[in-house]
């Protein structure tokens, strides 16, 4: 069957998608794994890090619930390659929104990646869902969210 056209992908979760990234996320906490985040947003600084965080366009779409709850109406390149979604405080404005590859600490210092078995089954129901909004698989984080 083909994916639907980008004309016909939706520009806001369903009610039930919405339910289904939150029981994603609450999964996932109930198996977090011992990390030392600090919160100094290391892990964000893309340019420096060479990783930027890849989301499906649920995630996508999650995450811009985040963006318009905090005010922003757009979002615009960090000047220094970090993050477009870090605040003047350096930190998160999505917090409780923020992509899965955020929650699973890709931050080396934190901790590191969570390893692939743990995650799995959570990775395998983003991309269902990807599928079923008409997603075309995970994308960097900039263009997954002007590309929704």
Do not use: N, W
């Not at 619930?65 to 477009?84: D, F, Q």
């Not at 979604?85 to 590859?101: K, S, V, W």
């Amino acid at each position: 069957m083909p994916k639907p056209s980008s004309k016909s992908t939706p520009k806001a979760l369903s009610p039930e998608d919405l339910a289904e990234i939150r029981q994603i996320y609450a999964d996932l906490e109930k198996r977090a794994l011992p990390r030392d985040c600090t919160g100094l947003a290391g892990c964000c600084q893309f340019r420096l890090t060479g990783r930027t965080p890849q989301l499906t366009r649920g995630e996508a779409l999650y995450a811009l619930i985040g963006v318009r709850a905090s005010g922003r109406r757009e979002l615009k390149p960090h000047p220094e390659g970090a993050c477009p979604l870090l605040g003047r405080d350096g930190r998160c404005t999505i917090y409780q929104h923020r992509p899965f590859g955020c929650r699973t600490h890709f931050c080396q210092a934190a901790g590191g990646m969570y390893p692939r078995r743990h995650v799995v089954d959570l990775i395998q129901r983003l991309e269902a869902l990807d599928e079923k909004l008409g997603g075309d698989g995970s994308r960097p984080l900039e263009k997954a969210l002007s590309g929704t």
